[in-house]
C-alpha cells in the first residue's frame, strides 16, 4: 500500500501520516515514512529526535553527484543522469524510529515551472519513483500542499491520495484544489479525512460544505486535547495520554487505507 497524505498546513497531516505508518507496523507491515515536506517534522511523530533525524537527501551533494554526475549549484555544464540509480537510499539513508518505522527524509523537489532542471531534482523524483513503483514497503509519503513535485508517473502510482482537512472553507477550498490536480496527475483513489471534528453536527456541517466542492467526506477524526496537548510538546499523540476515542478513530482510518480490518 503506497499512500500520499496532503492537505493545508496547519491541519494535521503529519500526525496522521506518521500515526498511521505507526498503526501498520504495529500490525506487522514493513513500513517506510517519507518526509517530503519542506517542514520536516515527520520525524518527531515517529519518535526521532530532531538531532537524531536523516539528512535530507536534496542536500547529500557528494551523493547527488556521483549518482548524477553533477555537483548542485556549481557550473559543471547541463549534462547529468535522467535517471540515476537510486535502490539503495531508502536503506542506507534512513532512520528507524517507534515501532520499526523506516524514516527517509527527501528534502523539497522544486515544483514544475520553477525554472530548475537541476541534478537534485533528478534523483528525488528516481528516488520517488522507485519508492512507490518499485520497492515491497507500506509507503506513507507526508508532502507538502501540492502535488507538482510528484512526477506524472509517481502519481499514478500511489494507491491512495489522502486529502487531511480541518473545518473551515479555507482548508475545504485546499481540497478542491488537491482533487482537481490529482484528477489530472492521474491519481485513481483519493479519500478526504476531516481533523480535529467537534462532535457529529460540525461533522454533518463539514461533509455538507464538502459536497458542494463534489468531494465525499469518508473519516472523521475527532478533536483531542491529548493530541493538541503531543503537538504542542512535539511528540506523537500514540505516546502521550490515552484518547480512546481518536485512537480507534486513527485505527479506522489506517484499517481504510489497507481495505481490511487487520489491525
Not at 106 to 124: D, Q, R, V, W
Not at 177 to 203: C, D, F, I, Q, T
Not at 208 to 237: F, Q, R, T, W
Request: proline letters at 4%; a negative charge; aromatic letters at 4%.
Amino acid at each position: 500500500m503506497k499512500v500520499a497524505v496532503v492537505g493545508k498546513g496547519g491541519v494535521g497531516k503529519t500526525t496522521v501520516a506518521g500515526s498511521m505508518a505507526r498503526i501498520w507496523a504495529r500490525g506487522g507491515l514493513r513500513v517506510l515514512a517519507v518526509d517530503a515536506d519542506p517542514a520536516a517534522h515527520l520525524h518527531s511523530v515517529l519518535g526521532i529526535a530532531r538531532s537524531e533525524m536523516p539528512h535530507p537527501i536534496s542536500e547529500e551533494l557528494d551523493l547527488i553527484e556521483e549518482r548524477t554526475g553533477a555537483r548542485p549549484g556549481t557550473s559543471q555544464g547541463p549534462f547529468f543522469k535522467l535517471n540515476p540509480r537510486v535502490e539503495d537510499i531508502p536503506d542506507r539513508y534512513s532512520k528507524l524510529g517507534s515501532d520499526g518505522v523506516s524514516l527517509l527524509v527527501t528534502g523539497t523537489i522544486k515544483a514544475a515551472g520553477s525554472g530548475c532542471f537541476c541534478p537534485e531534482n533528478a534523483i528525488l523524483r528516481s528516488l520517488l519513483e522507485h519508492i512507490i513503483l518499485e520497492r515491497g514497503d507500506a509507503v506513507v509519503v507526508d508532502m507538502e500542499a501540492g502535488l507538482e513535485q510528484f512526477g506524472r508517473a509517481t502519481c499514478r502510482g500511489v494507491d491512495m491520495l489522502l486529502i487531511v482537512i480541518e473545518p473551515g472553507s479555507r482548508s475545504m477550498e485546499t481540497a478542491a484544489r488537491m482533487a482537481e490536480l490529482s484528477h489530472e496527475m492521474g491519481v485513481k483513489n483519493m479519500s478526504v479525512v476531516a481533523n480535529r471534528v467537534r462532535g457529529k453536527e460540525e461533522a454533518d456541517a463539514v461533509a455538507e460544505l464538502l459536497a458542494s466542492h463534489s468531494l465525499k467526506l469518508d473519516y472523521v477524526l475527532p478533536y483531542s486535547e491529548a493530541v493538541a496537548k503531543a503537538d504542542m510538546l512535539g511528540i506523537s499523540p500514540l505516546d502521550h495520554g490515552d484518547d480512546n476515542e481518536w485512537l480507534s478513530s486513527v485505527r479506522r482510518l489506517s484499517n481504510g487505507m489497507l481495505g481490511s480490518d487487520r489491525i
